[in-house]
């Protein structure tokens, strides 16, 4: 995990990468292998709790909190879902709830991922961010407390 | 893959046909615009639109009360959407074909008030594994405040509907039969006309889900003397927001009424408030106006063009598809059943279909995927759901190819 960039440098950093591509095919090609290369979620993970479900894409998410900061692990049963995903834990996992909760993580627009994001029933990604921002909502309850 | 030649097409001017859908002219990504997914609405023709904005601007007016001109033009047309209707499912009177906003809207309506009224405890309704939601849940909610029971015919691994099973559910708690004409996620047509008179048999009432026929099939509700049709407008070339309810006379007429308000009434004192004749009775409020008028226009438009030609164009089609996707590696069709109408739903191995939709829809090709509002059929499969290609009178051959083109690069793409 990336210690020394802030959320909005890495998501700087992605949205340069995909400044490489010309093409859509480019683009999905990436998201693709990063969905492959995420490592799978393990099983006892895979619970009914941790599931944020779409009609279309199921996301499992869990969170942890060390030293003052939030870790994410997650996995979906779509590859291009879990591409995203790969690219939202690169960019919030390792930081503190303050700043996650603060994240505006515009980068999904800025490389065109919108139709991810749409209100539509289609995925779990829109409720997954909503979840990753939950979790950090509660860890920095918690340590108020 | 094998080489497939698409059918010379003499039964339909497609290409004239296309010209009057404005939104087929449009690009998506960069790409002219495949729509594939007219199961879950069809695209409107120039005259539908026309109507819509005629109505807007030339006799915009409230119904059934002004004494005016705008108001008796409007009341006119609206009323006439109704006698197109009838003739539309062959209805016997206009007096049986009430507005709803649509298919759901008129399973709940059904459920809410001939259910209540004639579902009690220990009583028994019959779907199918095959139903969108919208026809599960209304029953469900009945069954639950009822302490009623629903039973479910199961679907064979082919898509068709087990009807030995299903003659030994019947029975004399049997009060209600409801199923899909045709399935949404599978295409099979189901055969209601020997459902139906298995039900009534056995002394049940029957209503028939036309969502996905109304626009593929003839519909005769007398044929098929089903005591109840439902069906929605957008899914055959009209507007969103309007679709019909068909019910027998006598039992419209013994039913409560639904939602209270102007129109559904005769006269209103605080006392006590007498109801309106057919079928203003299921009509309570100002109706969707403008959109019932067009739904008139897209009826006439199917008419004309010809319901027949254009259903043997789509099964060309569905034949096309089903043989061209067939010879893909690892692809499987779902719902394989005898007849089907216009619709072909697979899944590939190891690929999950939302993966598909996406990378299909980057090549400007809609598809639907999903569970397609049918989580029970999915399961009964065990499948996360499908990739579903629905047809409508103006998709061609060209397109179909373009899919199976588009779809190879996508599997390339996630392998």
Known sequence: ?145 | MTTLTAPANNLLNVEEIRKQFPVLQREVKGRPLIYLDNAATTQKPQVVIDALVNYYTGYNANIHRGIHTLAEEATAAFEATRDTAKAFINAPSREEVIFTSGTTDGINLVASTWGRANIGEGDEIIVTGMEHHSNIVPWQLLCLEKKAVLKVIPVSESGELELDVYESLLGPRTKMVSLVHVSNALGTVNPVKQIIAMAHKAGAVTLVDGAQSSVHLDIDVQDMDCDFFVMSAHKLYGPTGVGILYGKRAILEAMPVYRGGGEMIKEVTFEKTTYNELPYKFEAGTPNIADVIAFKAAMDFVKEVGKEKVAMHEQELVEYATAKLEALPGLKIVGRGSHKASVVSFVIDQVHPADIGVLLDNQGIAVRTGNHCAQPLMDRYCIPGTVRASFAMYNTFEEVDQLVAALQKAIKMLS
């Open chain 1, 1 to 145: 995990m990336s210690e020394t960039l802030n959320i909005r440098d890495t998501e700087k950093e992605i949205v340069e990468e995909f400044g490489l591509f010309d093409t859509w095919e480019e683009k999905y090609e990436y998201i693709i292998d990063l969905g492959k290369k995420l490592p799978a979620l393990a099983d006892e993970f895979k619970v009914e709790e941790n599931m944020v479900k779409g009609c279309q894409s199921t996301v499992w998410l869990t969170a942890s909190y060390r030293d003052g900061r939030v870790f994410f692990q997650a996995d979906s049963n779509t590859v291009i879902v879990k591409g995203l995903i790969s690219m939202l834990i690169r960019v919030l996992s390792g930081h503190r709830p303050d700043e996650i909760l603060e994240a505006q993580l515009d980068f999904l627009k800025e490389i065109g991922m919108t139709t991810h994001l749409a209100q539509t029933r289609s995925n779990g990604l829109l409720a997954m961010l909503r979840q990753m921002k939950n979790f950090a909502l509660a860890f920095k309850v918690k340590n108020e407390m």
